[in-house]
C-alpha cells in the first residue's frame, strides 16, 4: 500500500439536492497511482472526474462531500485529515492546474507573488531566495522574460503565459504528484500543444494525473488511462492497449466517434442516445441503454474485472480473454 | 464543473417570501393601524399638558412613557408624530419616485441632448450633500409640512432616475422591446408597458429604502429646527428639545429615538425582503 | 496620458457648471426670502435704513445686474461681510474648514477601524449562526440614524457615566465621542459591503487556486479575499463622502463642534446669507476634491486601471 504514491479505494462524492436525496458525483471509483507515471482520466461533462480530482486533494467543494470510500496519498488519509493539516500536504505533496487561467489568478496580486507565497509557506526560505526559486520554475515552464513576468500581473498576461504560471506554481515545490484538470481546453489550439509538451517534459520526475475529456489529448502524453462514464470507471489499462483494442464498448464508441487523422476510422459514428442524467443512480450498468451488446445480464451492476494489465467493468467484454478472468 | 453547482443552491422551486419581507410587512401593517387608529389609541392633547406633572419617569403610574418638561404625554405625542413624519415621507418619496423614474426612462430611450442634459443634472445633485442645500432652502422658504415634503422630493429624484436609467437601458436590449419597436408601436407605450414592468422590483426595493431614508432626513432637519413648525409634535422636534434634559428625563429623548428607529428598521427589513424574494424569484425560474 | 488630460479637462467643465448652479440656486434663493434689506436690518427698521441697505449692497438693481455682480464677487473669492458678524463671509468660513476636516477624516479611519475587519468576519462563513446573530445587530445598527446614535452616546458617556464631554474640541478627549457619531454614519453599510464582497471573493476560482498550493485560512481572508473586497469598500466610501458632510454637519450641530456646518446652520438661523453662500461654495469644492481624490487613488490601487499591458 505505502510503495503506490496515490491509492483510492471505492470513492464516492456526493452533493445534498431536493430533487433526488443526494446527487451522486462519484460513484465508487478505485485506482492506483504509481511514482513517475501518467495516468489520463477520459469522461464526458458530468461523468464525476473533476470532483474525482478535487477529492484527491481535499477540495470538493461544499456542501459537498467524500461520502465513502478511503484515499491516502503518500499513506496519508486525505479524505480524514483537518482543512489546516491538509494545506500543509496542498502544494509541497501534490499540485493542481486547473481548467481556466483567466479566473484562477488573483487580478490583484504579481503572479510572482503567489509562488514566493507558495515556497514561503513550505519551505523555510528568505524572500531573496524564494524569488529566486520562483524564476528557476518560471524558466522551467517556458515563461520568457521571466525577470519581469514574476511581477506581472495576470491581465498583462495572455491566456497560454497564464496556464503556464498556473503550471509554474504547481510545481513550484516539486509536488510528487500534480493533477491537472483539462489544462488546455480553454486555450487555442497551437498553445494546447506547447502545454502538453510541457506536461510531458517537466513533469518526468513527478507522477501526473491529466484530467480531460478529448481522448486523443490523453494520448498524447498518458501511460495509462481511465476511461470514467457516470461516476465510475469503465477501464483501465495502458495507453496503447486501449487504443488498439478496447475493452469496453463504451471505449470503443468514443474511439469511433473521435475524429482523428493519425486513427485509421473512415467514418465517425456516434455513440447512440445520451448519458443518464447527472448525479442520479442507475441500477445495473449505466451504459446499457446505449451499448449494442447489452443482455439481461446487464441488469446488475458489472463488478470489476482485473486482468494483469486491465481492468474493466462490463458483462460483455469486447475481447475473450476476459471472460476467463485473468 | 460549471454546470452542475448552480443548480444544486436551489432551495425551492416556489416563489417564498423572505423572512425579513414577512417580519417587515407585520410591522408595517401594524404601524399603518396605529397611524390610522390614532385617536383611539392615543386620545388626547399632544400639545397641552398638566405642568405638575412635568418629568414623570416611564412605567409609572398613568403616564406610560412618561411626560415631557410641560408635563405633556409622550405616548400622545409620539403617536402624533407618526402622521407627521410618515406623510412627508410619503409625498417626498411619490414625488421623487415619479419625476425620478420619468427622467430615468426619458434619458434612457434615446441618446441625444435631452439624455445628457438629464444625466448631468442627476450626476450634479448626487453629487452634493444633500443636507446642506435642504438646510439653505428651508432657510430661505420657510419650515413647514409642504415646503420640506416638496424640497426633499425635488432633491431625491437623481437616485431614482440614475436606477432606472441603467436598468431601463439593460432592458431595452432585451428582444420584446426590439420587437415591439418594429412593429411600430408607440415610444410612450413601449416604456409604460414593456419597460416600467421589468423595472418593478429595483423600484420597490428602492421605494421601501428611500421612505426610510425621507423620514431620516426630516428627523433631522426638525432636529435642526428646520422643519417642521417648531411647537409640532413631531419626532425631530421631541429630539432637539429633549437635548436639555438628558440628565432629568432621558426618556424624552428614548422615546422618540425608538420610534424612529422602529420604522426605519421595518421598512430596511421591507427592502431587504423585497430584494431577496426577487431574486429567489429569478432564481428559481432557472 | 493626453487622455488622462482630456479626461481631467471633462472633469473641470462638469465642475465649473455644477459650481455654477450652486452658485445660481443659492443667489435666487435670497431673493425668494422676499426683501434682502429687511432681513439683514431687521423688523424695526426705518424706510431710509433700508434703502441705505438696499444702495449699499446693491439690492435696487435690476435682478440680471445684480447676478451679475453676484458672479464677479465671487469670481475673487467676495462673499460679502457676515451679516452677524461684520467680518469678511469667507475668512470666517475658512476658519472654520479645518475643525469639520479634522472630523470628517478621523471619523473615515475609525470606520475602516470597525468596517474592515468586522465585514471580513462577518464575509467569511456567512452562514455560521455567530455571524448571522451579529449581522443582524449590524442590520439594526444601520438603521438607527446618526443623529439619535450622538444623542444615545451623550446620554451613556457623558450624563450617565460622566466619562466624556460632550460638547467643544479643545482636548482630545472632546473627540471621542463626535468621530464615533459621525463613523456611526457610514460603518453599518460598509460592514454590510465589505461583508458581501468577501464572501463574493472567497467564491472566486483565484482562492480555489489558493487553497490547492495550501495557503491557510486566514491567509486566504486576508492576503487573496481581502484586497479584491476592499475595492468595493474604496469605492463606496468615496461615494458617500457627501453624505458624509450631511452627517457632519448634523454631529458638529449636536456637540458644538466649531465646523463648517455648525457655522452653517448658525447662519440659516439669523440668515446671515453672505456666510452662508461663502459655506456652500467651500463645501462644494471640498466634495469635488475628495471625489478627484478618490478617482485617482483608485487608478493607483487597482493594477487593472493602471494601463500600461506589456
Known amino acids: 500500500m505505502s510503495e503506490k504514491l496515490l491509492s483510492i479505494d471505492d470513492v464516492r462524492v456526493t452533493f445534498p439536492h431536493d430533487k433526488f436525496e443526494k446527487f451522486h458525483a462519484v460513484n465508487g471509483v478505485s485506482l492506483e497511482v504509481e511514482p513517475g507515471e501518467t495516468l489520463g482520466i477520459v469522461g464526458e461533462s458530468g461523468s464525476g472526474k473533476t470532483m474525482l480530482a478535487l477529492s484527491m486533494m481535499g477540495l470538493v467543494p461544499r456542501p459537498g462531500i467524500v461520502d465513502g470510500g478511503n484515499i491516502h496519498l503518500l499513506g496519508q488519509p486525505i479524505d480524514r485529515l483537518s482543512e489546516k493539516q491538509l494545506s500543509t500536504i496542498r502544494g509541497r505533496d501534490v499540485g493542481m492546474v486547473f481548467q481556466d487561467p483567466m479566473t484562477g489568478l488573483n487580478p490583484v496580486r504579481k503572479v510572482g507573488s503567489l509562488l514566493i507565497e507558495s515556497i514561503q509557506r513550505h519551505r523555510s526560505r528568505s524572500r531573496a531566495e524564494a524569488r529566486d526559486l520562483a524564476l528557476n520554475t518560471f524558466i522551467e515552464v517556458g515563461i520568457p522574460s521571466p525577470e519581469v513576468r514574476l511581477d506581472s500581473y495576470p491581465h498583462q498576461l495572455s491566456g497560454g503565459l497564464r496556464q503556464r504560471v498556473m503550471i509554474a506554481l504547481a510545481l513550484v515545490n516539486h509536488p510528487p504528484l500534480i493533477i491537472a484538470d483539462e489544462p488546455t481546453t480553454a486555450l487555442d489550439a497551437t498553445i494546447q500543444a506547447q502545454i502538453l509538451e510541457l506536461l510531458k517534459v517537466k513533469l518526468s520526475k513527478s507522477a501526473l494525473i491529466l484530467i480531460t475529456h478529448d481522448l486523443g489529448v490523453a494520448a498524447e502524453i498518458c501511460d495509462r488511462v481511465a476511461v470514467m462514464y457516470h461516476g465510475k470507471i469503465m477501464e483501465l489499462g495502458f495507453m496503447n492497449d486501449v487504443l488498439d483494442n478496447p475493452a469496453h464498448p463504451y471505449t470503443a464508441g468514443l474511439l469511433a466517434a473521435a475524429p482523428r487523422f493519425d486513427w485509421n476510422r473512415p467514418d465517425l459514428e456516434p455513440i447512440p442516445g445520451s448519458p443518464p442524467e447527472a448525479g442520479s443512480i442507475v441500477p445495473g450498468c449505466a451504459f446499457k441503454p446505449r451499448c449494442g451488446f447489452a443482455s439481461p445480464a446487464c441488469e446488475d451492476a458489472p463488478n470489476m474485472k482485473i486482468s494483469s494489465y486491465r481492468e474493466l467493468a462490463c458483462h460483455h467484454p469486447l475481447f475473450e480473454e476476459f471472460s476467463d478472468g485473468y | ?286 | 496620458m493626453a487622455s488622462g488630460f482630456k479626461k481631467f479637462g471633462r472633469r473641470i467643465t462638469a465642475f465649473v457648471v455644477f459650481l455654477l448652479s450652486v452658485v445660481t440656486l443659492l443667489f435666487f434663493l435670497l431673493q425668494l426670502t422676499g426683501d434682502p434689506a429687511e432681513v439683514m436690518v431687521g423688523d424695526n427698521a426705518t424706510p431710509e435704513q433700508l434703502e441705505q441697505v438696499r444702495q449699499q449692497y446693491g439690492f435696487d438693481k435690476p435682478l440680471l445686474t445684480q447676478y451679475a455682480l453676484y458672479l464677479s464677487r465671487l469670481a475673487v473669492l467676495d462673499f460679502g461681510i457676515s451679516f452677524a458678524d461684520d467680518q469678511p463671509a469667507f475668512g470666517l468660513v475658512m476658519e472654520r474648514l479645518g475643525p469639520t476636516l479634522v472630523l470628517t477624516f478621523l471619523s473615515i479611519i475609525v470606520t475602516l477601524f470597525i468596517s474592515i475587519p468586522l465585514g471580513a468576519w462577518l464575509g467569511q462563513r456567512p452562514d455560521a449562526n455567530s455571524r448571522k446573530f451579529t449581522g443582524a445587530f449590524v442590520f439594526i445598527a444601520q438603521g438607527v440614524p446618526g443623529f439619535v446614535v450622538g444623542l444615545i452616546l451623550i446620554q451613556i458617556f457623558s450624563v450617565n457615566l460622566r466619562w466624556l464631554p460632550s460638547f467643544g474640541h479643545e482636548h482630545p478627549l472632546n473627540w471621542i465621542l463626535p468621530t464615533l457619531t459621525l463613523a456611526s454614519f457610514l460603518a453599518p453599510k460598509l460592514t454590510r459591503v465589505v461583508a458581501a464582497n468577501v464572501t463574493e471573493a472567497l467564491r472566486e476560482d483565484y482562492i480555489r487556486t489558493a487553497r490547492s498550493f495550501g495557503t491557510s485560512s486566514a491567509s486566504l481572508l486576508w492576503r487573496h479575499a481581502l484586497p479584491n473586497a476592499l475595492l468595493g469598500a474604496l469605492a463606496l466610501v468615496g461615494a458617500q463622502f457627501a453624505f458624509l458632510i450631511s452627517g457632519a454637519v448634523i454631529t458638529e450641530v449636536i456637540f458644538a463642534w466649531p465646523g463648517l456646518g455648525w457655522l452653517l446652520v448658525k447662519a440659516t438661523e439669523t440668515l446671515d446669507f453672505p456666510v452662508i453662500q461663502a459655506a456652500v461654495f467651500v463645501i462644494a469644492i471640498l466634495v469635488f476634491a475628495v471625489n478627484l481624490c478618490t478617482d485617482f487613488l483608485f487608478g493607483v490601487i487597482d493594477p487593472r486601471l493602471r494601463g500600461n499591458k506589456k
Open chain 2, 1 to 286: 464543473m460549471s454546470g452542475l453547482l448552480p443548480r444544486l443552491r436551489i432551495a425551492s422551486k416556489h416563489r417564498r417570501p423572505d423572512i425579513q419581507l414577512i417580519i417587515g410587512g407585520l410591522a408595517c401593517i401594524t404601524i399603518l393601524i396605529l397611524t390610522i387608529g390614532k385617536d383611539f389609541f392615543a386620545p388626547g392633547d399632544p400639545l397641552s399638558g398638566d405642568i405638575m406633572d412635568r418629568f414623570k419617569p416611564m412605567f409609572e403610574g398613568k403616564y406610560v412613557l412618561g411626560t415631557d418638561q410641560l408635563g405633556r404625554d409622550l405616548w400622545t405625542r409620539v403617536f402624533a408624530g407618526l402622521p407627521w413624519s410618515l406623510g412627508i415621507a410619503c409625498v417626498a418619496t411619490l414625488i421623487a419616485m415619479t419625476v425620478g423614474t420619468s427622467a430615468g426612462l426619458i434619458a434612457a430611450w434615446k441618446p441625444g441632448p435631452v439624455r445628457t442634459v438629464i444625466n448631468r443634472m442627476v450626476d450634479t445633485i448626487i453629487a452634493f450633500p444633500g443636507l446642506v442645500i435642504a438646510i439653505c432652502i428651508i432657510a430661505a422658504i420657510g419650515r413647514g409640512f409642504w415646503p420640506l415634503a416638496i424640497t426633499l422630493g425635488v432633491l431625491t429624484w437623481p437616485f431614482y432616475a440614475r436606477v432606472v436609467y441603467a436598468e431601463a437601458l439593460g432592458l431595452m436590449e432585451r428582444n420584446y422591446v426590439l420587437a415591439a419597436q418594429l412593429y411600430g408601436v408607440p415610444s410612450r407605450w413601449i416604456l409604460i408597458r414593456h419597460v416600467l414592468p421589468g423595472l418593478r422590483p429595483t423600484l420597490l426595493v428602492m421605494l421601501a429604502f428611500h421612505f426610510a431614508d425621507m423620514l431620516i432626513a426630516e428627523s433631522a432637519l426638525s432636529f435642526l429646527g428646520l422643519g417642521a413648525p417648531l411647537q409640532a409634535p413631531t419626532w425631530g422636534n421631541m429630539l432637539a428639545e429633549s437635548r436639555q434634559y438628558l440628565f432629568n428625563a432621558p426618556w424624552m429623548m428614548l422615546v422618540p429615538a425608538a420610534a424612529i428607529v422602529v420604522v426605519v428598521v421595518t421598512l430596511n427589513l421591507i427592502g431587504d425582503g423585497i430584494a431577496a424574494t426577487t431574486r429567489s424569484k429569478a432564481r428559481a425560474v432557472e
